[in-house]
């Protein structure tokens, strides 16, 4: 189950690799995300939660459509964009938690 899980979540997985340009290094030799490598981790963090309801089998919404995923990514990134992922993180976290400690 686990592997059909990676499977279905790949293709979305690999779009938000965080790339050497969504990069920059800053004083002192700390390394900080731009506004579209932060997008991307946070999404990245989304679909992990999407993936662990799918391991556990449950139904959930995907708070995300393609057009809405293809809009996040899409430069320039701003932070209504980044305010954007952040709830979607939040909301898809909150999904996975909701069952997690029933008994």
């Not at 899409?74 to 209504?80: D, I, R, T």
Request: charged share 35%; proline share 3%; glycine share 6%.
């Amino acid at each position: 189950m686990i592997t059909a899980v990676r499977k279905k979540w790949a293709s979305t997985i690999k779009r938000l690799e965080v790339l050497p340009q969504d990069k920059f290094v800053g004083d002192g030799g700390i390394v900080y995300y731009k506004a579209s490598g932060s997008v991307k981790s946070n999404l990245r963090v989304a679909v992990y939660y999407l993936g662990c309801l799918d391991e556990r089998g449950e139904e959930y919404q995907v708070p995300f459509d393609r057009k809405k995923f293809e809009s996040l990514l899409s430069e320039p990134v701003g932070q209504k964009k980044l305010d954007e992922a952040i709830r979607i993180k939040h909301e898809c976290a909150k999904m996975a938690r909701r069952n997690t400690y029933d008994v």
